[in-house]
Each structure stands twice: as structure tokens, then as C-alpha cells.
């Protein structure tokens, strides 16, 4: 064995040190440790709370909207042939929306109506998959029947087959005098998301939003695309027609500021627990310091026998390193194998202790979800590692400056 690995690992695990100094050494890898695991688990559940989050909210959410100043019947249909000539759209349904009030008694909660054919409701937003009540089908047999969100059917104390009054935006003229236009709608199902449109969406069918909401609603054609991810491709080639009267609207618009501010919110966690790693970190600073003081008769041996500055440096700086990279390989076992047993975990927890840790009714879910990536284990890893480095820096550097002569006068 090489002489400065032979010394690393002699001062790292032999018996030469001082109690407290390894009190500090177990301390600071144990915390190194902690630091880590906690990271990469923190990360993937955000990671797992955002995919969940994405998969539910997108199921509903078309990837694009298409709004063009002209919206003719006709007009939108040309528009949503068009976009199902292009191989990204997976399909496409003319819409129209609206923000009315429901009323049930007393009860009252605004909401937004979405009006579309039983193609678009199938094939664009796959409504269907997210039915627990009725029958999506009645939708587009029946005239003035509604779809509500389970959260609305909640909070206006409402089941299928019940009756609601929607008043809309359009002012009806009577000879007691102007007041706004209100019709019975019969309620045929009950959708869940687990997000938001849960407690702020209806949907009807496509003849009865035009006899609803009249021609001043907003118009337009709503697509579905193959991959999402590419549908700034589709809307670069839409823009390319130089067609200013249309207006796009993809799900960056409608829904990328709360995927910002989850991954913002992920960044700033992310910073505060590396906080735990910069301690275990100036831990290792400390354990070195006091290391290089107990040691000082033996650096001036080894100068004496000829080790140069260098290698004492690169020793001391090893003795650090190969401490902070044991902390941060139990880390990162322990953080993955949390991350990939969360979910069980806290169930069994729930099962054994009768807790409900997270009760689908506040958080639309039953469970932790957790998304392993490895893309932020090496981010975690590579960090902590630069942190030790630099952590072991100094003190291997006052180790290699010891003076030889007045550190054998104490010997």
C-alpha cells in the first residue's frame, strides 16, 4: 500500500486519537449522513407530490387552446380539422366556456362551465376515467344536464339526479324587468380529479352550452397532443402561419405557474436542508483542526523523514474526505432506501398506529408518494462532496505548514 494511503487510513481508524476528537469525527458523519438521506428523500417526495399533482391535473387540462377572433361554428371546425392534420394532436373538440353561478336552496358556488361534444369529453380531456357517480353518457343525450366536480356536488349539497340552477352572464328581459338569465339543469354525474377542477368546474354537453351561454362566451378548439412536452413544436408551426387573429394558449400558460412554484418551492427545501450537510461540514472542520493538533508531533516526524508540504496535505485532506464520503455513502443508501419504501412505509404507519397521516379529503391523497431520481442523487452527493472538500482545505493546509523544529521541541 502506497505510503499516504497507509497514513489516511491510520489516522482515520486507528486508535491514536483523543475521545472528544472522535466523538466530534462520529458526529460529523453522522450528520453528514443525515444530511443526505434527508435530501434525497425531501427531493423525491416533492418529485412524487408533483408527478401525482401533473398526472391528475393533466388528465382534465387540454395541452392547447386555440382561440380565433372568428368563431363561427364553422370557423372552429375548420380549425379543429386543421389541427388534427398535424401527427403531434392526438385529437381535437371545438369548446365553449363560461363562468356561471350554481344554486341549489340556499346554496351557491361559482364556477366555470365547459361545454363540448362527447368526443372532446372522451378524447381531449378524458372525463370518463374520472367518474365516480352517473352516467357521462346521459350528458350528451339529454339537453340541459351537467357534469359537476365532486368538491361543487359537495359544497352545494347536491347527488346525481338532483336539480341545480345555473344563472349565467346574459341579462333576460321580463316586464317586472332585466334579470339574469337562469335555467334548471339536472345533475347526471360526479367527477374526481383530486385537484382543483374537482371544486370549480362543470362540464355540459355541447348543444346545451349553446342555448346556455349564447354566442359572447368564449369560443375555441381544445387539443390533446401525442407528447406535451413538445408542444412548443405545434405552436411554433401554428404561429408560422402568420395568422394574428388566432390566439394559443398551451398548458405553460394555464398551468406552469404552479409547476414554477412547485419547483421553486423544491429549490428552496432543497437549500435549507443542505444547510444540514454545511454543518456536518464546519463538523469536519473541527474534527480536522483538533486532529492536526494532536498530530503535530508526528508531522514534524514525517517532515523530518523527508514527506514533503504536498503529501502532507493531500493526507490530511484524504483523512477528511474518506470520513465525509463514509457519512455520505450510509446517506445515500439510507435516503434511497427511504425513497423507495415511503410510500409503504407510511401506510404501514397508518395501519399500525390508526393514524391517518394524510386524509385524501384535505390533500387528494391516501398515501407519500415519492419519485426516486437520480438526477438529484448526484446532485446531492456531488454537493456534499465539494462541501468536505472544501471543509478539509483549510486544516489540511495548517497541517502542511507545521514547522518541523518547534513542534519536536513538545515531543
Same mark, same amino acid.
Given at each position: 500500500?502506497?505510503?499516504?494511503?497507509?497514513?489516511?487510513?491510520?489516522?482515520?481508524?486507528?486508535? +491514536?486519537?483523543?475521545?472528544?476528537?472522535?466523538?466530534?469525527?462520529?458526529?460529523?458523519?453522522?450528520?453528514?449522513?443525515?444530511?443526505?438521506?434527508?435530501?434525497?428523500?425531501?427531493?423525491?417526495?416533492?418529485?412524487?407530490?408533483?408527478?401525482?399533482?401533473?398526472?391528475?391535473?393533466?388528465?382534465? @387540462?387540454?395541452?392547447?387552446?386555440?382561440?380565433?377572433?372568428?368563431?363561427?361554428?364553422?370557423?372552429?371546425?375548420?380549425?379543429?380539422?386543421?389541427?388534427?392534420?398535424?401527427?403531434?394532436?392526438?385529437?381535437? $373538440?371545438?369548446?365553449?366556456?363560461?363562468?356561471?353561478?350554481?344554486?341549489?336552496?340556499?346554496?351557491?358556488?361559482?364556477?366555470?362551465?365547459? +361545454?363540448?361534444?362527447?368526443?372532446?369529453?372522451?378524447?381531449?380531456?378524458?372525463?370518463?376515467?374520472?367518474?365516480?357517480?352517473?352516467?357521462?353518457?346521459?350528458?350528451?343525450?339529454?339537453?340541459?344536464?351537467?357534469?359537476?366536480?365532486?368538491?361543487?356536488?359537495?359544497?352545494?349539497?347536491?347527488?346525481?339526479?338532483?336539480?341545480?340552477?345555473?344563472?349565467?352572464?346574459?341579462?333576460?328581459? @321580463?316586464?317586472?324587468?332585466?334579470?339574469?338569465?337562469?335555467?334548471?339543469?339536472?345533475?347526471?354525474?360526479?367527477?374526481?380529479?383530486?385537484?382543483?377542477?374537482?371544486?370549480?368546474?362543470? *362540464?355540459?354537453?355541447?348543444?346545451?352550452?349553446?342555448?346556455?351561454?349564447?354566442?359572447?362566451?368564449?369560443? +375555441?378548439?381544445?387539443?390533446?397532443?401525442?407528447?406535451?412536452?413538445?408542444?412548443?413544436?405545434?405552436?411554433?408551426?401554428?404561429?408560422?402561419?402568420?395568422?394574428?387573429?388566432?390566439?394559443? @394558449?398551451?398548458?405553460?400558460? $394555464?398551468?406552469?405557474?404552479?409547476?414554477?412554484?412547485?419547483?421553486?418551492?423544491?429549490?428552496?427545501?432543497?437549500?435549507?436542508?443542505? $444547510?444540514?450537510?454545511?454543518?456536518?461540514?464546519?463538523?469536519?472542520?473541527?474534527?480536522?483542526?483538533?486532529?492536526? !493538533?494532536?498530530?503535530?508531533?508526528?508531522?514534524?516526524?514525517?517532515?523530518?523523514?523527508?514527506?514533503?508540504?504536498?503529501?502532507?496535505?493531500?493526507?490530511?485532506?484524504?483523512?477528511?474526505?474518506?470520513?465525509?464520503?463514509?457519512?455520505?455513502?450510509?446517506? !445515500?443508501?439510507?435516503?434511497?432506501?427511504?425513497?423507495?419504501?415511503?410510500?409503504?412505509?407510511?401506510?404501514?404507519?397508518?395501519?399500525?398506529?390508526?393514524?391517518?397521516?394524510?386524509?385524501?379529503?384535505?390533500?387528494?391523497?391516501?398515501?407519500?408518494?415519492?419519485?426516486?431520481?437520480?438526477?438529484?442523487?448526484?446532485?446531492?452527493?456531488?454537493?456534499?462532496?465539494?462541501?468536505?472538500?472544501?471543509?478539509?482545505? *483549510?486544516?489540511?493546509?495548517?497541517?502542511?505548514?507545521?514547522?518541523?523544529?518547534?513542534?519536536?521541541? *513538545?515531543?
Amino acid at each position: 500500500m502506497p505510503l499516504s494511503w497507509d497514513l489516511i487510513l491510520r489516522f482515520t481508524f486507528g486508535g +491514536g486519537q483523543r475521545g472528544f476528537t472522535r466523538v466530534v469525527a462520529l458526529a460529523s458523519l453522522l450528520g453528514m449522513m443525515l444530511g443526505v438521506a434527508a435530501l434525497i428523500l425531501v427531493l423525491s417526495v416533492m418529485n412524487g407530490f408533483a408527478a401525482e399533482l401533473q398526472q391528475r391535473l393533466f388528465s382534465v @387540462t387540454p395541452d392547447l387552446l386555440l382561440e380565433p377572433d372568428l368563431s363561427t361554428e364553422a370557423s372552429l371546425k375548420e380549425w379543429s380539422m386543421r389541427l388534427q392534420s398535424y401527427p403531434d394532436v392526438m385529437a381535437s $373538440s371545438v369548446f365553449q366556456q363560461s363562468t356561471v353561478l350554481l344554486q341549489f336552496g340556499s346554496r351557491s358556488r361559482g364556477v366555470k362551465m365547459v +361545454g363540448m361534444d362527447a368526443a372532446g369529453l372522451n378524447e381531449v380531456i378524458d372525463l370518463p376515467g374520472h367518474m365516480i357517480a352517473g352516467d357521462l353518457s346521459v350528458l350528451s343525450r339529454d339537453s340541459f344536464t351537467v357534469v359537476l366536480g365532486v368538491d361543487v356536488a359537495r359544497l352545494l349539497g347536491v347527488g346525481v339526479g338532483d336539480e341545480v340552477t345555473v344563472v349565467l352572464p346574459r341579462l333576460t328581459a @321580463t316586464p317586472l324587468g332585466v334579470f339574469p338569465k337562469s335555467r334548471a339543469l339536472r345533475v347526471v354525474g360526479l367527477f374526481e380529479v383530486g385537484a382543483q377542477p374537482d371544486a370549480n368546474v362543470a *362540464y355540459v354537453a355541447a348543444d346545451s352550452s349553446v342555448r346556455l351561454m349564447g354566442p359572447k362566451a368564449k369560443r +375555441g378548439v381544445q387539443a390533446r397532443l401525442v407528447d406535451r412536452t413538445r408542444v412548443n413544436d405545434l405552436t411554433e408551426k401554428l404561429t408560422a402561419l402568420n395568422d394574428s387573429s388566432v390566439k394559443l @394558449t398551451d398548458w405553460r400558460e $394555464s398551468q406552469g405557474s404552479l409547476f414554477a412554484a412547485i419547483k421553486m418551492e423544491k429549490l428552496t427545501v432543497a437549500m435549507l436542508l443542505a $444547510s444540514v450537510i454545511l454543518v456536518a461540514a464546519f463538523n469536519l472542520v473541527s474534527m480536522l483542526t483538533m486532529s492536526v !493538533t494532536e498530530k503535530r508531533g508526528d508531522i514534524a516526524i514525517l517532515q523530518v523523514l523527508g514527506l514533503s508540504p504536498m503529501k502532507l496535505l493531500v493526507i490530511f485532506l484524504g483523512h477528511g474526505v474518506l470520513l465525509a464520503l463514509l457519512g455520505i455513502s450510509a446517506g !445515500t443508501l439510507l435516503g434511497v432506501a427511504l425513497a423507495v419504501w415511503i410510500s409503504e412505509l407510511s401506510l404501514w404507519l397508518e395501519r399500525a398506529l390508526g393514524w391517518v397521516l394524510f386524509d385524501p379529503a384535505v390533500y387528494y391523497i391516501a398515501g407519500l408518494p415519492s419519485q426516486l431520481m437520480l438526477r438529484d442523487v448526484i446532485m446531492v452527493v456531488v454537493g456534499a462532496m465539494i462541501l468536505s472538500m472544501m471543509a478539509s482545505l *483549510y486544516p489540511a493546509w495548517r497541517a502542511a505548514k507545521v514547522p518541523p523544529a518547534e513542534a519536536l521541541n *513538545y515531543v
